[in-house]
């Protein structure tokens, strides 16, 4: 069996795989968890980022207005499920002013490390780059220097050093809906200056994983286990309607993140219900965030719906390990 290294979670939010179902991701059977008018100002509230928090959880909320602007805000929940969102976005302290000026702020992670919670998003500074900050208490947050050069998203850090250093997956990009793009390793002694920049997966340009043909980018906190880091990815392929973004899984060295063990050629998840078909941008699942609980191996995945609302599914470590080791490419 295939362990997750990491914490225990009794309170994940969970429900067991209905009876008979064959694929490897199960949708929580009352979706969207959040609505598109769950604060008094938003149009769409989706690629978002949960994390165990006290009592219960904390998380980091993209809500896009309705005059369709671009920030973050935080929320907070018992279970996991019901969730009270601030009205006003996050505001950030720092050093210096040039990086606070705000553009536009989206598609949040939160990630533990040590002893406080680091948030990256795609900040706007002359073009989409990583912004990173942090915070102790999800009221009080600090902005650090952004990661990269313009242009890059879906910056993701690891939960623990590596090799003693800090940790991050990225996606470079364009200025624009990206036709391309690959996933890259980079690492920091410092969480300002980045380096050792290594390449990890492209896109699959060919007909035997079709759906990742386009561009592919990480999603939530790589997951620890015995077996390499699971990380779980979108993929996207361009067809005549258009876009249409689906999620993937991938099994990484521990210690060389870098190189690839595994990589399933299906998708785990794909718009199939009416919320991921239909929405601002339909036929689309954006996964940003998955809690897990290392006792019983279970993994709760949030994630963004036709970028307009908020899902959850399940799935546990052994299934998705299992899952994709069998169909590798």
Known sequence: MSKIIGNSLPSIPWQDKPEGYKKPVWRYNSNPIIKRD????????????????????????????????????????????????????????????EILKREYRYDPR??????????TWCNGYHGPTIGVGYTFDFKTFYQLENAFLPYNRNGVLFPRKINGKYAMLSRPSDTGHTPFGDIFYSQSSDLEYWGHHRHVMSSYKGDASAWQGTKIGP????????EGWLLIYHGVINTCNGFVYRVGSAILDLEEPWKVKYRSRYYILG???????????????????????????????????????????????????????????
Not at 295 to 321: N, P, S
Request: with cysteine; aromatic share 14%; proline share 5%.
């Open 271 to 329: 718009p199939e219900e009416y919320y991921e078909c239909v929405g601002d941008v339909p036929n689309v699942v954006f996964p940003c965030a998955a809690l897990t609980d290392k006792d019983t191996g279970r993994i709760a995945l949030y994630y963004g719906c036709a970028d307009t609302v908020t899902g959850l599914a399940f799935t546990t470590v052994d299934e998705l390990i299992q899952f994709t080791k069998e169909h590798t490419f």
């Open 219 to 226: 999603g939530p906190i790589p997951i620890e286990t015995d």
């Open 110 to 119: 939160v990630c533990f490390i040590e002893d406080r919670y680091y948030i």
């Open 38 to 97: 769950a604060t008094s100002i938003s149009n769409s509230i989706f690629n978002s980022a949960v994390i165990p928090y006290k009592e219960g959880f904390a998380g980091v909320f993209r809500c896009d207005s309705r005059a369709v602007s671009m920030d973050i805000f935080t929320g907070f929940s018992e279970d996991g499920i019901h969730w009270n969102i601030e009205e006003k976005p996050i505001t950030f302290l720092g050093d210096d002013q």
